[in-house]
């Protein structure tokens, strides 16, 4: 019985010395942050504080703050008749290398359409990108062989809309920087 009595004692003793470690998330800059936790356990979330972001206020496993901005692009009709004149159709507008839509190259606009409501016959796309309010973005316009009628890269505010007005004039810029 003295046997059982000191195991026992020996066991109740050894097991107080264990300690415990809690998980929890331990950065300090988290929204989620739990001064008690011994460990990071990957609960932390963060969330972007930018009003102008469109994740404001939102909690995610890390931190960032996503931004977004309408582009419209459309001819202006000194351009579409230059185009009509060349034979060429059809143009193809590349953002940052990726195809964001295709333009009738003949048809000119006699005036800036809007980001809201769209217009069928321009070319609108959302850029999105992080950390910052206000972004520039390459882009370039191609006719239907491939070839390139301009490039250039443009200026973007969060939630603005850039009208993105393709002129004869910049078909003669482009052309004289070649």
């Not at 295709?102 to 809007?114: D, H």
């Not at 973007?156 to 009208?163: D, F, I, K, Q, T």
Request: with cysteine; aromatic share 18%.
């Amino acid at each position: 019985m003295k046997k059982i009595l000191l195991f026992s004692t020996l066991a109740i003793f050894l097991n107080s010395c264990v300690e415990v470690e809690t998980g929890g998330c331990i950065d300090i800059y988290a929204d989620n942050y739990e001064s008690f936790a011994d460990y990071d356990d990957g609960s932390c979330l963060y969330s972007c504080e930018d009003p102008y972001a469109i994740n404001y206020n939102l909690l995610l496993p890390s931190y960032y703050c996503e931004y977004e901005a309408d582009v419209v692009f459309f001819e202006d009709v000194a351009a579409a008749l230059y185009f009509d004149n060349i034979n060429v159709n059809w143009l193809d507008i590349y953002v940052e290398g990726t195809y964001v839509g295709t333009l009738n190259a003949t048809l000119g606009f006699t005036y800036v359409p809007l980001c809201y409501p769209t217009d069928p016959d321009a070319v609108h796309f959302t850029l999105s990108w992080f950390n910052n309010i206000n972004s520039t973005f390459n882009w370039t316009v191609r006719d239907e062989t491939g070839f390139i009628h301009y490039d250039g890269t443009d200026f973007v505010s969060a939630n603005g809309c850039l009208p993105m007005e393709l002129t004869f004039k910049k078909i003669q810029d482009f052309k004289a920087s070649k």
